[in-house]
């Protein structure tokens, strides 16, 4: 709190700690670039999802003004209507059709004739890329006019864009769906027996590979460890992700399975589209075999068995659980536009900077009716995407009802480096897939629920410099009721700096403070809210998976931990990326992540319930 204050003092100085906290992932990120398990380009993508740990919000976080339960602009169709086709009308595909359905060629057959031949608009600004502000934030107006001269998109590059926009909602998606008689984003048809099966299937999908499939090996040990119960699918992109050992024998034992991508399919992929990083998630979701999925990061973890989420109300309205970033919308306006969706010069709410205007005016609130373009935050008006912006490292889907949602979705990540990234963000934070699904189903005129409670910055104040450092963000619960009076839960805790790379835990004294040599606790913060010791129980996971020297000769915990086994737990033989670098671990270990654990062990206030094995 000292320091939030004094950060509200002192813009300059917090200009400075973000520029310094820069310069620090940017060492942490070269590092990460010569470390021997290099994987691939996925890794500094997804990096780049958190640019920078931001420091302690200037405004307390509370209940941030947006609406919590988005009425959907309906341009195409009435509302209440699904997206799917009536049974009656739907077509049979002939065998050659089946075929690439099957192997899901049919999403991306011809995608070529959308493609938009003009320069990419990434990072071509006017003058500067969109300021990157808190939602809450109330001194900065993010007028129509400021938002549509961020980016410099050329009137051809637009018109191209409008173009290929309109025939792939118009044109593409009625010829996937109505003709060739797709009900779901996969390759089962209502017409097939397995079908009774699927409907109302649900289950969690991650993305692995390399280093990928360690975090989210560390994910799934929390999922089950917190109680969650539904199959798990690990996505590898292709066949040389594909850790046989780990898939084969590891993830059996925890309801997972490995679904190996066509490797085929994802190399020609990769050479028509680039596809590659953030795009994986929309080639998981298609070849998943669940109809409802809930989508984690592979650093993102429960905090408890969230299986609820599908049966929430939230849910049953909508089919689409989001959660908010923290960040002010920066969308181009002209990508309404482009989408064919009308912004009305209508403000449906306030935001903070009408508020702070009136304030400073000692002044009431003018009524919402006489806001103009000019002098009103754009994405106030009626038709436009509210704020907050969306944080996409975790999402529950239903693949039926939104199937037109996920095709516009694929459509925006195909076409997202070049185009939709940067015209949905602007180069403000975290520019990637993150708005593709909420401006997929808004611009359809699909419902979805984006989560009101802005999340909460979980870290500490360092000792080294006496600022507020996060480490992680704590999401809450969709359902919580504001009226209850109690706290919401933390539900996720997506912990993006540092991630579980042992590399990056010991050199970037994450864990332990280069001087002082004293241990911390990186998400005490959380602890009272969900009721255990965080810390303690990811490296818990950690430690007996990375550790050959965590047991000793029997196989045993040397910390006299009951449960864990060195046969079933450690995780060298599965996983190269654990296994190839057993020595320099078991150095880190010894050095670190054993006497860590200890300590965590020792001075937790959560001894009964944290450890899970
Ligand atoms: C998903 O949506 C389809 C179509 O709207 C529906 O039949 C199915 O029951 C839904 N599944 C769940 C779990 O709500």
New binding site residues.
């Given amino acids: 709190m000292v320091v939030s204050k004094h950060l509200r003092r002192n813009r300059a100085r917090l200009f400075l700690a973000v520029a310094s906290v820069s310069i620090l992932l940017i060492l942490s990120f070269t590092y990460q670039s010569v470390d021997s398990n290099e994987y691939s380009v996925i890794d500094t993508d997804t990096i780049k999802e958190h640019p920078v740990p931001p420091p302690k919000p200037q405004v307390p976080l509370d209940f941030p003004p947006a609406v919590e339960e988005i009425a959907p602009h309906s341009p195409k169709q009435p509302k209440g209507k699904?997206n799917?086709p009536q049974s009656n009308k739907i077509k049979k595909p002939t065998p050659d059709q089946l075929k690439t359905i099957r192997d899901y060629t049919v999403f991306f057959d011809k995608l070529e004739d959308f493609a938009i031949h003009a320069e990419s608009i990434k990072d071509k600004y006017t003058t500067d890329k969109a300021k990157e502000l808190f939602s809450s934030s109330d001194d900065f107006l993010f007028s129509k006019q400021y938002l549509e001269n961020v980016l410099d998109i050329p009137q051809d590059t637009f018109d191209k864009l409008k173009n290929s926009h309109t025939r792939y909602v118009e044109q593409r998606i009625p010829d996937l769906v109505d003709k060739l008689g797709f009900s779901t984003f996969g390759n089962i048809l209502e017409s097939d027996k397995e079908w009774n099966e699927y409907?109302?299937s649900?289950g969690y999908v991650l993305v692995g590979g390399g280093r990928y499939s360690w975090l989210s090996y560390l994910v799934i040990r929390q999922i089950r460890a917190s109680g969650g119960k539904l199959p798990i699918e690990l996505f590898i992109p292709t066949k040389s992700d594909y850790d046989e050992e780990f898939c084969e024998k590891v993830l059996p034992k925890l309801n997972a399975r490995c679904n190996v991508f066509d490797t085929n399919l994802a190399n020609n992929l990769a050479a028509r589209f680039k596809i590659g990083g953030y795009q994986y998630k929309m080639l998981a979701l298609i070849s998943s075999k669940f109809?409802?999925v809930l989508y984690l990061d592979s650093d993102n973890f429960p905090t408890k068995n969230v299986e609820y989420l599908?049966e929430s109300k939230q849910y049953?309205d909508s089919?689409l659980l989001l959660w908010p970033d923290a960040w002010a919308r920066t969308t181009n306006p002209k990508f309404f536009e482009i989408a064919g969706v009308e912004v009305k010069e209508n403000k449906l709410r306030y935001s903070a900077y009408d508020k702070k205007q009136a304030q400073l005016a000692d002044k009431p609130l003018d009524p919402l009716s006489s806001y103009t373009f000019e002098n009103s935050n754009f994405h106030d008006f009626e038709g436009s995407l509210p704020d907050p912006t969306s944080e996409t490292g975790m999402l529950v889907i239903?693949k039926?009802?939104h199937l037109k949602t996920l095709l516009l979705c694929l459509y925006y990540n195909v076409f997202g480096p070049d185009f939709y990234y940067p015209i949905m963000t602007q180069g403000s934070a975290g520019e990637g897939d993150k708005e593709s699904f909420i401006a997929a189903a808004h611009v359809l005129g699909n419902r979805y629920f984006q989560t009101a409670k802005q999340f909460r910055w979980t870290g500490y104040v360092s000792e080294a410099d006496g600022k507020f450092t996060s480490k992680a963000l704590g999401h809450f619960d969709p359902a919580y009721d504001e009226q209850s009076g109690k706290e919401a839960d933390i539900i996720f805790m997506h912990l993006s700096y540092p991630k579980y790379y042992p590399n990056w835990l010991v050199d970037n004294h994450d864990l332990v403070y280069e001087k002082s040599g004293k241990h911390i606790r990186m998400y005490a913060d959380i602890n009272d809210n969900v009721g255990y010791d965080f810390d303690l129980r990811v490296l818990q996971f950690f430690t007996q998976g990375l550790c050959p020297n965590y047991f000793n000769e029997e196989g045993l915990a040397v910390d006299g931990t009951e449960g864990p086994r060195k046969s079933k737990d450690f995780m060298g033989p599965f996983l190269p990326y654990v296994g190839s670098d057993d020595e320099i671990n078991s150095k880190r270990c010894e050095e670190v992540f054993i006497p860590h654990l200890k300590w965590l062990k020792e001075t937790t206030q959560f001894p009964d319930n944290s450890v899970i094995v």
């Fill in positions: 699904t799917r409907q109302g649900a109809e409802n599908f049953k089919h239903n039926t009802t």
